[in-house]
Each structure stands twice: as structure tokens, then as C-alpha cells.
């Protein structure tokens, strides 16, 4: 535990895991004695957890209830609806506060940079789940769902989440808080068969076995994967007998080998050994030409002259994601994070940057798993308390004079309870289970007021 000449304040940028876990972090290494504010541009906390779970992924969702605790601390305060940039300026933070922990995590996805990527039909993944998710920046998209094929570029749990949402039926999703106009959507939707692309073979796969084994449990998709994909070079062999998770997947891949159910409603095809090389189409997609690949002698991904072309109306990309700079913080163009060590922000020479820290995917890049944000948290945390150490601070001025004086109208953690509370009450309503989200930014902020 780390004392200090007075409680110290420190502001945290972002209410997802990684700033929350700094939150406690703060509270448990100070004893309490310390005072922090969280700050999202949302009116909504608990970041990927609400937005980027898949909504019937429920066990995963439990962790809000534990990153609520945290919120309802009396150390702990959330300010919703301030947005880093437009609301307040990084010197703004640096006047109100002791420390200030940037957690914004890796917000755009990756780009393929093949020909035909900017045509209509040609989805960025985090948009479609943001849509299916209820984040309000995505509440008024719309996807086209009427074409019968469609390609999901990827191979990890975010690829594997996407395949799921589109193979199940509207039906199967009622009892989920998707939103009510996604669930209208996906009834309509004309899918019947779903491509999972993977540049490499079965054993680099990034899916964990527990979510690829759900893919074969889905009671209305048949699943198959090409039992030539499955031949396994020396070294991916060797792979798969000394890493119990690749073991563990190419178990259950090799249980997809079969002739599929063709009397299911949709079909799933798990295509490895194929990088995408061009979306074809004029004025939408049409289609995808793959590459068949390799792996060269030096385990790089090679392609072989061999190409296919699949009739697809949509692809989606889940190829990666990456941080985008905030404004004034040092920033990495070329790995896509805040530069730094243990969390202590470094300048262009190197040294420490004072008073500034980062946690989660801004910290470290998009890996890991939502429990890895604690370790990580609490890391940059000690690291924060060192510095402040027997220290003498004081700010310039309070952040309540601050957003005053601009007249920011702030979402409180009891405005949440409030739009929390209307979300539960809209899924007795509509008897689809425990809540419905609410998506759009006009319905979000009244319940929030309690309109």
C-alpha cells in the first residue's frame, strides 16, 4: 500500500475493463486514499464488455457486475458524456489532476489494403458488431443482409462471434439485450451461407476452442471445414502436440471434416490456407478472389499463384485493430500504441512524460483476454503511485469548476442506474429476457434523466 502526503486525484480516461481495473487498482493500493474520476465519452461505462461481448455471451457479461463494484466505491466517481478532444484538452486534465491514466483501448480496425475494399458491402467487423452490440454510434447503420453468401475475413473471436450472429436465426437471439431494430433486421436476413477465412492454417488459428466449439453447437447452422485444409505441415504438427490450445482446436476442427447437415437453415464453411486478394463487384461486392497460401521456410504466410473467387454479397473484415492517436499524447504510427514503460508514458527521447500513464490496449496493443486488463492495470498503477510518492501536488483547479464553466451537462453513475434500470424494464416489457439495450443517443441520455 502506498501513502501519500494527501489524496491524491487522478483522472482515468476510458471506463472500459482497463480503466475501471486501474480504478481499483488505485483504491486497493492506496487503502482509499486516493480520488478518482472516470471519464467516458459514452453515457454508458464498462466499454467492450457491453460493446464488444457477444450479447449471448452471457457468462463473459457477468464481469460488469463486477466492475460495477468497483464504479460504487466512494473513491470512485464516473463522468459520462466527456469526450477527450472536444470536451476537455489534455492540459485540462494535467490542471484538475495529480495523474492522469489514458485507457482508451484499440478503437478502428485494420485494413486488408486489397483492391475492391472501399465498395458497399465491404464491412469493417467492429461496425457490425458495434450494431449488434447497441453501441449508439452504430444505432442508425444499416447492413444489407439480402445477399445468400458471405465472407468474414479472419480467424479470431471476434471473426468467430460474427459467423455466430450471422447463422443464427432472429429467433434464437430474443433472449438477448440486442437491440430491438437488430433483431427486426436479422429476421430478415437472407444469409444462408457464411465463409470463415484464415490466411494461415488450422493451427495458427487465433479462436478459442470453447468458441469454436460453439460454432458446431448452433441447432440451425451446419458447419464443414475442407479435410485438405487440415493437413498440417511438420512444424504447425509439432505445434498442435506441444500447445494444448492448438491441440484443442484441431480437435474440434477435425470433427467439422464430415459431410455437413444439408438440412439445416445456413451452412458454415471454414476455409483456411486462402488470403483475400481482391472484393470484385462495380458499384457493390459481387465477390471475393482468394489466394491459396503456404508457409516459406521462415513461417511466413506466402501465396501460391492458385485463386478462387467466392459469389459473396458482403464481407466483413476481422483482421486486427488498432489505437488511434489522442490528441497531444505521444503516439507510435507504426505499432499503433502509446509509447511507454510499465505504463509511464515515454517522450521522443525516451524519458518519462510526468503525471501521464496509460493502461489496456493503448498500452500494450489488442491482445490478451478482458482478465488481462487487471494485471496490466495494476502495473501501471504502482508505477503511478511511486511517482507521487511523498509528493506535494496542487491543481490548478477542480473539475467540477471546469465543466461548469463550459457547461457540460455530465452523465453520473445514477444517471447510468437510471438508463440501466429503463433497459431492464424494456426487456420485461417486450418479454425477451433480461434487458434490451437502448441504442440511439437521443433514448439513451432521456432514460438517463429519467424521462
Not at 56 to 83: M, T, W
Amino acid at each position: 500500500m502506498t501513502r501519500m502526503a494527501s489524496p491524491a486525484r487522478v483522472a482515468v480516461i476510458g471506463s472500459g475493463p482497463a480503466g475501471i481495473y486501474a480504478a481499483e487498482a488505485l483504491v486497493k493500493q492506496t487503502d482509499g486514499d486516493v480520488r478518482v474520476d472516470v471519464f467516458d465519452r459514452l453515457p454508458t461505462p464498462y466499454g467492450l464488455v457491453r460493446y464488444g461481448v457477444a450479447p449471448d455471451h452471457k457468462s463473459i457479461k457477468s464481469i460488469a457486475r463486477y466492475l460495477q463494484k468497483v464504479l460504487e466505491n466512494p473513491a470512485v466517481r464516473f463522468f459520462g458524456c466527456v469526450e477527450l478532444g472536444r470536451d476537455l484538452s489534455r492540459a485540462d486534465l494535467l490542471d484538475c489532476y495529480d495523474a492522469v491514466v489514458y485507457s482508451t483501448g484499440a478503437m478502428v480496425d485494420r485494413h486488408m489494403r486489397i483492391p475492391g475494399e472501399d465498395l458497399p458491402g465491404s464491412i469493417a467487423a467492429t461496425d457490425f458488431v458495434n450494431w449488434y452490440c447497441g453501441h449508439p454510434d452504430a444505432a442508425d447503420h444499416e447492413f444489407d443482409l439480402s445477399a445468400e453468401e458471405v465472407a468474414v475475413i479472419g480467424v479470431g473471436n471476434v471473426a468467430v462471434d460474427v459467423v455466430r450472429i450471422l447463422a443464427k436465426t432472429a429467433g434464437e437471439l430474443r433472449e438477448t439485450d440486442v437491440p430491438e431494430q437488430v433483431i427486426e433486421a436479422l429476421s430478415r436476413s437472407r444469409v444462408r451461407r457464411v465463409h470463415m477465412i484464415g490466411r494461415r492454417g488450422p493451427a495458427q488459428a487465433k479462436f478459442t476452442t470453447k468458441e469454436a466449439r460453439e460454432l458446431g453447437e448452433l441447432p440451425n447452422a451446419s458447419i464443414h471445414v475442407d479435410p485438405a485444409d487440415m493437413d498440417l505441415d511438420p512444424a504447425s504438427a509439432e505445434l498442435a502436440e506441444s500447445d494444448r490450445h492448438v491441440r484443442g482446436n484441431i480437435k474440434v476442427l477435425n470433427g467439422w471434416t464430415g459431410e455437413p447437415d444439408a438440412g439445416r437453415l445456413r451452412h458454415i464453411d471454414v476455409r483456411f490456407w486462402r488470403a483475400p486478394a481482391e472484393i470484385l463487384g462495380t458499384e457493390r461486392v459481387e465477390g471475393l478472389r482468394l489466394e491459396r497460401t503456404r508457409l516459406d521456410e521462415s513461417g511466413r504466410v506466402t501465396g501460391t499463384g492458385e485463386f478462387e473467387t467466392l459469389p459473396v454479397g458482403m464481407v466483413l473484415r476481422s483482421v486486427g485493430y488498432q489505437s488511434v492517436p489522442l490528441e497531444g499524447v505521444p503516439f507510435d504510427e507504426r505499432s499503433f500504441v502509446v509509447p511507454n514503460e510499465g505504463g509511464r508514458i515515454t517522450g521522443p527521447d525516451g524519458a518519462p512524460v510526468p503525471r501521464e500513464y496509460v493502461a489496456g490496449w493503448i498500452k500494450r496493443g489488442p491482445t490478451g483476454v478482458v482478465g488481462t486488463n487487471k494485471s496490466d492495470a495494476a502495473e501501471t498503477v504502482r508505477n503511478l503511485l511511486d511517482d507521487l510518492a511523498g509528493t506535494e501536488t496542487a491543481p490548478k483547479h477542480t473539475i467540477e469548476e471546469l465543466l461548469e464553466s463550459r457547461g457540460l451537462r455530465v452523465v453520473t453513475y445514477d444517471d447510468w442506474l437510471r438508463l440501466d434500470a429503463a433497459e431492464i424494464a424494456l426487456g420485461e416489457s417486450l418479454d425477451r429476457g433480461e434487458r434490451v439495450k437502448l441504442a440511439r443517443w437521443e433514448a439513451m441520455t432521456s432514460a438517463c434523466r429519467g424521462e
